[in-house]
């Protein structure tokens, strides 16, 4: 078998076998096909696509490409384990809240996360801006940490689906990244070697997601689903709107602080408008998490222990939990608000400056264009442009107004907080053209004020 004639097939539309696919997977994992010919054949099935055969044999190949885990030793009859991947966004802090909800509920998780690259975040980020966490506890210790407290939250271990780094570096470099085939089998091949039962995924589409439309979220999110259908494992894909940065908090210490608060509410707090896109991601994810692993089928019940979990404080509980149990420092604070104290994680939150933006302008809200916001992070030194670059935990953004909100001349939309003032004026010019505001009519008001944030939830039956 010769990767020339794999080359020559796909560029002239033919399927390839599974046994041609596992060649030039295993190749180039070991070193044996070089770059360039790898380049030729990813642009060729960049342009014409691959088959549901083809979808199949290739995720199969890159999650078997290395170690696959071993789950057994913490299923438990009657339920199923669920894994939950975000395709990411700007202020995207969910798989945070859901977990220690889920948990809490008797869902077991191991979750690896991975690291932000560009203008989206990393959930092993913002673990990381807890003094002491430790996100890289070996797969072992991991799932003896779900056993005892039934979480884990680690990074990506180096140790799985070995063919999708090396390739997906690859795409990065050879405009192949957008083939939607490909980052589908990308995404499912490090959810299959996970070891899990089942798969809930979270697609985020808009100027703040990797999937700018609608349709192509709809696309991606049908791929995935039907390569799950293709490996017997139960998949389902929840469409969020990432058109705006999600909830009031960018930045890694910063986002983690609005997790505690969070979890910390009431419910008259989880009934505002002030949280209400993060309630209705958070709720719909954790909903279906809980559905999907067996403990209860009925939506409404789990939403509305969701909510009986947070006002008991037993999520934000197994949150400590979670963090001491790999190894996040805590210290002890009295709550005048709540009138107890409460153990609460020390954060890498020092920050010299701090800029309010104000509105230029009388009217509305009408855009926040959460790319901009999550390039201006990454231009504060809050996120990577190269892989080895160094983080600032403590720099981002909080913001006071959000789409929909009205605003007077001179009111404050958001807070800078950083570090280094040549670094602010970079970001500045990121955050003066992120922010539109203008004079609307009221159906156009009510209409930005009401606007979903489910916008469509993909399984099976859909396809």
């Known amino acids: 078998m010769r990767m020339y004639e794999i080359i020559e097939k796909k560029r002239d539309k033919q399927e390839l076998t599974g046994e041609e696919i596992e060649f030039f997977v295993n190749g180039y994992s070991k070193g044996e096909i070089p770059d360039y010919q790898m380049s030729a054949l990813l642009m060729a099935i960049f342009l014409n696509g691959l088959t549901d055969e083809e979808l199949k044999n290739l995720t199969f190949a890159m999650a078997n490409s290395a170690k696959t885990l071993d789950l057994t030793s ?13 395709t990411g966004g700007v202020g995207d802090k ?46 072992n210790d991991a799932i003896r940490q779900v056993q005892d407290i039934g979480v884990c939250l680690i990074s990506q271990s180096p140790e799985i689906a070995v063919a999708d780094k090396k390739i ?160 996040g420092h805590i210290y002890n604070v009295y709550m005048d608000w709540i009138g107890m104290s409460l153990d609460m994680p020390v954060l890498d939150d020092k920050v010299r400056f701090l800029k309010e933006i104000h509105a230029q302008s009388d009217g509305y809200i009408v855009s926040i264009d959460s790319k901009k916001i999550g390039e201006a992070l990454v231009a504060l030194g809050g996120g990577r442009n190269k892989k080895e670059d160094k983080i600032d935990y403590s720099v981002g953004f909080e913001f006071v107004k959000k789409v929909g909100d009205k605003v007077k001349e001179g009111d404050t939309i958001l807070t800078v907080l950083y570090n280094d003032k040549q670094k602010f004026a970079d970001a500045f010019e990121y955050i003066e053209d992120a922010i539109y505001i203008d004079n609307v009519e009221n159906d156009v008001v009510k209409a930005l004020q009401s606007k979903p944030h489910i916008l469509d939830i993909i399984d099976e039956k859909s396809l």
Request: include cysteine.
């Open 74 to 86: 913490i299923k438990i009859p009657g339920k199923y384990i669920v894994d939950k991947h975000s």
């Open 94 to 139: 969910i798989t945070l809240i859901v977990l220690p909800i889920v948990a809490a509920l008797g869902v077991g998780v191991c979750k690896m996360s991975g690291r932000g690259l560009g203008f989206t975040g990393g959930t092993a980020d913002k673990l990381e801006s807890i003094t002491g966490y430790n996100v890289n506890i070996p797969i």
């Open 168 to 327: 997906y570096a690859l795409r990065d470099t050879t405009a192949t990244v957008e083939s939607i085939d490909l980052i589908a089998s990308s995404i499912m091949s490090k959810k299959l070697a996970s070891g899990v039962d089942k798969i809930l995924l979270e697609v985020t589409v808009g100027t703040g997601a990797f999937m700018k439309t609608l349709e192509d979220a709809k696309k991606l999110s049908k791929t995935m689903v039907k390569i799950g259908r293709l490996a017997g494992v139960e998949t389902r894909a929840v469409i969020t709107s990432m058109s705006e940065p999600l909830g009031r908090n960018v930045g890694n210490a910063l986002e983690i602080k609005e997790v505690i608060s969070f979890l910390l509410s009431d419910e008259e707090t989880l009934a505002s408008d002030e949280i209400r896109d993060l309630k209705e991601v958070v709720y719909e994810i954790a909903a279906q998490m809980i559905k999907m692993s067996g403990v209860c089928e009925d939506m409404e019940k789990n939403k509305a222990d969701i909510t009986k979990a947070i006002t008991s404080r037993a999520a934000y509980d197994k949150f400590i939990e979670l963090i001491k149990a790999q190894g």
